[in-house]
Structure formats: structure tokens, C-alpha cells
């Protein structure tokens, strides 16, 4: 059998400066485009935690979120502060993370700067084939969070299910720092109360639709069938059939 394990970086590009600038920690960062004073465009690339509590996240307009962060300043919060990045500090933490995740894998596959998918395989070995393997997987993930803890001072959140959809929705359930496991059983009880966007592929003008037509949550979204969702969004409806019932196809490659 095989298990699914995606790693996702804790607001990884602000996470590093924090790291490696301590005149920085504890303070809200904004990593992203200069916001010259409120006029700047374009976007956020990183918040960290502090600077999410101030209504700032990744792809907020730049100079939103300078307002917020004045906002903020004014009500006596710390006041934020924003970065452009070091990329290539970003790069080199980021593939000395990868390695550590590929040498710890029976397949791996890089999503992005900051997040990855494992496959690890379980040969039958007992009578609780289907109990033991997940226990292990959880035990091997906290190792991987540790190591990754111990060698860069940085916290990943993952997801371990069985296929990359399951587990790329668990990693983001326990943010930061956290570890879901959703066993195959329990997939549909976990995707049921969850909101529709949190399905990869649906975006704001689909939320929109679908909250149009009362449909909020995983387990409203499964209520309707294939050929509706295939009238709304064309071939992709049925996709998004198998996703709203956790099914995932696609390899770990």
C-alpha cells in the first residue's frame, strides 16, 4: 500500500528571514513587492503569523496591505515589516530542505519552493496491515519535522493521506507546525466539513457559483451529482465529482 505525505513550509520566504535576521523575530513581516509608502503594486509573496493577524496573506495587493499594516500601527500593534526577499536565500534553504525530504522518500516530488509530496510503501506484514503502516508514517513525519527543526530552525505543516489531494488538504489543516494524518477510512468525514475552496482548482469565480447555488462545504458539494457538475463546469465537473469524495489519482512523480 501506499502513503502520501505532503510537506508545507510555514510561510517559508518570511520564516527565513526571521532565521537568519534576528533583528527581525517576532515582529509581522511582509515579504513581496515594495510598497512605497501605500503606492507601491503589486502583491504579497509571504506573511508570516503576525502579519496574518493584521489581515495580511500571500496575493494581497501590495498596498492593502500597507494600509493594514497602518491600521495595525495605529491600534498600537507592532508595526510591520516589509521585505522584497533574498530569492536566493530562499533557494539555497529550500534545496537543502528538498534533499532532506527526497532522501527520506520511496518517490518525491517538488510542488513548489517550499512544499513537496513523499510516497512511502508498506508491504503486508500482519493482520493490522491497515492500522500499523499509518502509525509509522505519523512517527516518520514527526522524525522528518524534527530533523528539518534541527538542521534549519524551521517549521513545516503536513499532511499524510492516502493520495496528493488528501494530503495537500491535511497539511494545511493544523497551521504551522502541525501533522494530519486522515486515514482511508476517515476521508469523507474529514472533507465534509471543510469549505469548497480549500479543493485545489476551485478558485473565486467557482466559489462564487457554487455559493450561488447554496453549495459552502465538501459534503454539500458531494450531494450533487456528476452530470450537474459537468453541466456547470464542463469535463472538469467530473473531476471535481471524484474530488469532493477525496479521490486522487495522480502519481507522486
Not at 201 to 222: M, N, Q, V, Y
Request: contains cysteine; aromatic residues 10%.
Amino acid at each position: 500500500m501506499r502513503i502520501v505525505v505532503h510537506v508545507d513550509m510555514d510561510a517559508f520566504f518570511a520564516a527565513c528571514e526571521e532565521r537568519y535576521n534576528p533583528q527581525f523575530r517576532g515582529k509581522p513581516i511582509v515579504v513581496g513587492a515594495d510598497p512605497k509608502g501605500g503606492r507601491g503594486r503589486g502583491v504579497v509573496s509571504t506573511a508570516n503569523y503576525a502579519a496574518r493577524k493584521y489581515g495580511i496573506r500571500s496575493a494581497t495587493p501590495i498596498s492593502q496591505a500597507w494600509r493594514l499594516a497602518e491600521e495595525a500601527r495605529k491600534r498600537g500593534e507592532p508595526e510591520a515589516v516589509f521585505l522584497t526577499g533574498n530569492y536566493r536565500l530562499y533557494s539555497e534553504v529550500s534545496e537543502r530542505i528538498m534533499k532532506i525530504l527526497a532522501e527520506n522518500a520511496d518517490a518525491f516530488e517538488q510542488a513548489s519552493v517550499d512544499e513537496a509530496y513523499l510516497q512511502w510503501n508498506f508491504e503486508f506484514r500482519n493482520s493490522n496491515f491497515e492500522i500499523e503502516p499509518w502509525a509509522e508514517a505519523e512517527t516518520r513525519a514527526r522524525t522528518l519535522k524534527r530533523t528539518i527543526w534541527d538542521l534549519e530552525r524551521l517549521t513545516c505543516s503536513v499532511g499524510i493521506g492516502p493520495n496528493k489531494l488528501v494530503a495537500k488538504i491535511a497539511s494545511d489543516f493544523q497551521k504551522p507546525d502541525g501533522l494530519t494524518c486522515v486515514r482511508p477510512d476517515k476521508v469523507e468525514a474529514f472533507l465534509d466539513p471543510l469549505p469548497i475552496r480549500v479543493i485545489p482548482g476551485i478558485g473565486p469565480k467557482a466559489e462564487a457559483l457554487l455559493h450561488r447555488k447554496s453549495i459552502k462545504t465538501i459534503r454539500e458539494l458531494r450531494g450533487v451529482g456528476e452530470e450537474k457538475l459537468k453541466e456547470w463546469f464542463g469535463k472538469w465537473g467530473a473531476e471535481l465529482c471524484r474530488k469532493a469524495r477525496g479521490i486522487s489519482e495522480s502519481p507522486v512523480s
